[in-house]
Each structure stands twice: as structure tokens, then as C-alpha cells.
């Protein structure tokens, strides 16, 4: 038998999952969504399946929740409320934040949680994102081997995870994903603001000292890939460059004091005592 899906949330991931499970030949049946309009929208994004209502849900072998963190308890009360679920279906949110818990009082069901550990932009093009990125994935043991098929499906590399500390890890996440790409905003604009190379070679210029800083992060560990004027305990390169952002980027002095600091955590290791004061004492201004 096939296995049948209803994804409730019409949005960028719903999208991206339902067309990466529709080239895997798994059967979407369609969306739910609070919207008629979107919903079809979404329907034709994902280019499978129907506009559904909760009263649908028991067609479904799997039942995904794709909605907001916010909106997720209610859109599992909405579905509970219209609909006796499918017995032993299995209910996955797909939120970094929450846990099973959202999913108790259902009863009859399997619970699951899938989180894609990418960033999905829209949905047609985050489809493509999704292939290879990981799929972090906790559930009831009963549900633990499909919840590592659905990954498959829906070509995430799976990543079985424990319980824990869901706000933690998701703050992680937007560490990684969101302040990256906001490090990339204040990158680019201490470049343009330098006026030392076009806006266009600022960027690929900022793009390739990031990845290769993350490629050596991930084959050597942070302290290792660390490098520039807080490894090398230059004080004096440390205090010119707080001058002159103070004088042209004012706002952006904060974020690099922050991350110097790290760094210099980091550094201390291999570092002698008197160059890791220096440059403590240039971050503070002194």
C-alpha cells in the first residue's frame, strides 16, 4: 500500500517537502491550509495533490504539520477537533522548537517530529535545498523507523536526535542559519563602506572568506580554523580597526567587539598572557 500524505501548512517547506516526496513517487494527497487561495497556490507550487480540509486528514498514513511555531498548537487542535485520526497514523511537526508534547492528548496516533536543518527561501527552489541537508528527526519508538524512511524520501541525510533541549538547539540553528546570513549583511556593508573594492567583487570577496572559514571550522574545529589580528594577539590592529568602524559604522562596533571576544576565548589557549591582554584591553577601548 501506498504511503498517503496530507501536509497541513501551505508554506515553503510544505511546498518543498511535498515535491521532493512526489519525485520519490509517495502519494501527497494535498494541503491544508486557513487560506482557499494560498492552498491552492500551494497545491500548484508543489504540483501535486488537492486543496483538503482537517476533516481529510484520516486518508492519511502521515499527517505533517508544516505551520508556524506559533500557529502549530491550534492547527493540531483544529485537526483533533474535525476529524478522529487515522489509528496509529503518524502526526510530525516540522518545527525546531517544539517537542512531542504538542502532539499529547491525540490519541491513537504516532508522534514525530522532522526538522530540515536548511534554510528554505521558497518552496520550488528550497526543494532543491532540501537534497543532502539534514533531517533531524524524534519520535515515539514506534515511529522512529519511518520518521528515518520520510527523511529518505524526501533526500534529508537523517539525523536521529534525543530529546533535549529543543529551545537550545533551535537557537543554534538561528545562530547558524540567521546570524550568518545577518554576519553576511554587516560583511557586505563594512566592505562597500571601505570603498576599496566594488560592490560586486565585495561580495564574492566576503562569500569566499566565509566558506572557506566554515570549511575549515567543520575538517578542524573553530579554535584551530581560527585566524587574523585576535589569533595572532595584535593588539594594535585590533584597536585601528575599532577606530575606524567607530568613525564610519558605528553600529556595526558592537557585533565586532562580540565576535572578538569569542575569538579571543578561543585564542587564549595559544596565546602568551601579555598579547591576550592587549587585545582584551583594545576591545574594551583601553
Known sequence: MALRIVIVGPGRVGIALARRFSAKRVTVCGFVGRDATRTAAAVQAAGVGDVLQFADLPRAHVVLFTVGDDDLRSAIQQAVAAATPRACSLWVHTSGRHDLSLFDGV???RR???HPAVPVVDGPGGAAGLV???GVYHGDANARHLLA???EFADLTPIEAAAGDRVLYHAACALAA???TALVDVVQRTFA???VVADASASALGAALMQAALRNCHEHGAAAALTGPVRRGDAVTVA?????LQAALPQVLPIYDALSQVALALARADLPADRAAA?????RGS
Open 132 to 134: 543532502g541537508a539534514p
Open 240 to 244: 585601528l580597526h575599532r577606530a575606524h
Open 178 to 180: 540567521n546570524g550568518l
Open 279 to 283: 587585545v582584551a584591553a583594545a576591545l
Open 112 to 114: 514525530g517530529v522532522l
Open 193 to 195: 563602506r571601505s570603498g
Open 107 to 109: 490519541v491513537g496516533i
Open 149 to 151: 524512511l520520510l527523511c
